[in-house]
């Protein structure tokens, strides 16, 4: 499956994501890249009812989850009922339209 | 560094004003500043000017040029500043700078911004250009929603509630009403926004837990602030006021690689740097403009800023103590919720209202005897803040 590409700096082993040039901790410039685990959990999260321009839907929930791994990522919740530190399994879907092109993004639903 | 005097500050009323272009409102501040200090004719060797996405609102850029050009205060330097949220702030801060290192002696500083040229969602989707391009923006997540995911994790850790963010709400749009330059101008309570069985069709969820009444408005506006010397300013007319102190911090772009996404590290160390340039503590404040775009905000950045410990803001505001009147009134402009946040002009808006509160001009509004004043002027979700300590001199 493809996903996000996530940095494990080599010399202090911080895990990173987005990408940074230098380690947030260290300052080392090497990285080893990760992908993240399958499964996480949430964090903290939020249901959207005014969504920017481009989307019309409402109701869509946005959470940070945790990877097993310790890669963290903000993703599309697909769950009614979302509560902290609820387990979710990974999928790589569509997640907007952006001038006529479908985004892929990380989606997150519901697993034991 | 030698002392730098708020000579002069200037403001239009926010709201949302279709019959003003961007640099109509950039100018009528800005002249306003000038008269203000009673500067007549005197030259301004620069001009910086605090605007966030002018090129996505209002198809202009290179603002601070036609700016100069407006005020016929040409050949002097001009730049634009852009900082997100901060900008104003960012504007302000290297205005100081020029002052306070001999490069310039009169400098003009305005903010501004016309959000309202666009629609809501739209200006909800420039607003977000801010966030991460491929972590965040794709996902469709909007400041409130980064708001919504905070005060989630505030209120569970803190034990802030509901009631607490409305408590803020009505109270900076109580005081709103004292301002005749605040957009909002409507008494509001607990009951219409927050306890009645229907509230929740005056004030619906933007992004669960923030409410509409939890976010402030989308205005157009622009402020103004003339820094000079203390040579000059003497000359003019206006009582004393220096900026004594600036801090500014910057932290993660996005709220999860922070190790606590509760704690706003950049309001901690911001802050702590303006006080200890300016010689002074929190506890000597006695009034402060905080950055309340989120009602949550008002609360965390009362304690990262070292007024009250974690945890006991939302109980200073309980009891009272952040109203006009309380022991350190924050807010009595209204603040963004009332005020308006119109993205550029907000850092400006909140030194101005600071002046006028410590030349003691700030009307109904006043706080008794100001002194000492802060504000916080917080960019993106916290990863770019600025603080500043005002004084009026003996």
């Known amino acids: 499956m493809k996903t996000i590409t996530a940095y494990k700096c080599n010399k202090c082993g911080l895990v990173m994501y987005p990408y940074h040039d230098r380690c947030l901790n260290c300052k080392g410039r090497d990285f080893k890249e990760i992908a993240p685990t399958s499964k996480g959990k949430l964090l903290t999260y939020t249901v959207i009812e005014q969504l920017p321009w481009g989307m019309d839907e409402r109701g869509r929930v946005l959470g940070v989850v945790e990877f097993d791994n310790g890669v963290k990522a903000l993703g599309l919740i697909k769950d009614d009922a979302p509560r902290i530190g609820m387990k979710l399994k990974v999928n790589w879907e569509p997640v907007r339209e952006m001038g006529g092109e479908e985004i892929f993004g990380l989606t997150f639903v519901k697993t034991k | ?394």
Not at chain 2, 18 to 40: I, K, P, Q, V
Not at chain 2, 258 to 283: C, H, N, W, Y
């Open chain 2, 1 to 394: 560094m030698r002392p730098v005097v708020v000579a002069g500050v200037g403001m239009i009323p926010f709201e949302r004003r279709d019959e003003d272009s961007l640099m109509d409102m950039l100018a009528t501040a800005g002249l306003n500043a000038m008269d203000d200090a009673g500067l007549g004719d005197r030259p301004i060797d620069s001009v910086y000017v605090g605007n966030m996405a002018s090129g996505l609102f209002n198809h202009q850029v290179s603002v601070a040029s036609a700016l100069v050009d407006r005020l016929s205060l040409l050949p002097a330097a001009a730049d634009r500043v852009e900082n997100g949220p901060a900008s104003g702030g960012s504007a302000i801060k290297n205005g100081f700078l020029a002052v306070a290192s001999g490069f310039n002696d009169v400098v003009l500083v305005v903010g501004g911004e016309k959000m309202r040229e666009v629609i809501g969602p739209k200006a909800t989707d420039i607003v977000a250009c801010m966030t991460h391009p491929q972590a965040e923006y794709i996902y469709g997540v909007t400041l409130p929603a980064m708001a919504g995911m905070f005060a989630r994790l505030y209120m569970e850790k803190y034990g802030v509630t509901r009631e607490h963010l409305s408590m803020v709400a009505i109270k900076n749009q109580t005081n709103g009403l004292l301002n005749p330059y605040a957009h909002i101008q409507m008494k509001i309570t607990m009951e219409g926004i927050l306890s009645h069985p229907q509230s929740h069709i005056n004030s619906p969820v933007v992004a669960d837990p923030i409410h509409l009444y939890d976010c402030c408005p989308v205005s157009d506006g622009a402020a103004a602030v003339l820094l000079t010397t203390e040579e000059i300013a003497n000359k003019l007319k206006k009582p004393l006021v220096t900026i004594d102190g600036i801090g500014q911090a910057t932290d993660t772009h996005t709220l999860q690689e922070r190790s606590d996404p509760t704690d706003l590290k950049a309001v901690t160390l911001a802050s702590e740097q303006a006080f200890k340039m300016a010689g002074i503590k929190p506890k000597d404040i006695d009034v402060a403009e905080l950055h309340d775009a989120f009602t949550i905000l008002e609360i965390a950045e009362s304690e990262h800023a070292g007024f009250f410990p974690k945890g006991e803001g939302a109980k200073a505001l309980e009891r009272g103590e952040t109203q006009i009147g309380g022991k350190l009134p924050i807010n009595p402009s209204g603040g963004l919720k009332a005020r308006g946040h119109p993205v550029g002009a907000t850092g400006v808006a909140q030194v101005v209202e600071l002046v006028w509160q410590l030349r003691g001009e700030a009307g109904e509004r006043q706080v008794k005897g100001a002194a000492n004043g802060f504000s916080l002027n917080f960019g993106g979700f916290g990863n770019n803040v600025l603080a500043f300590v005002l004084r009026r001199k003996s």
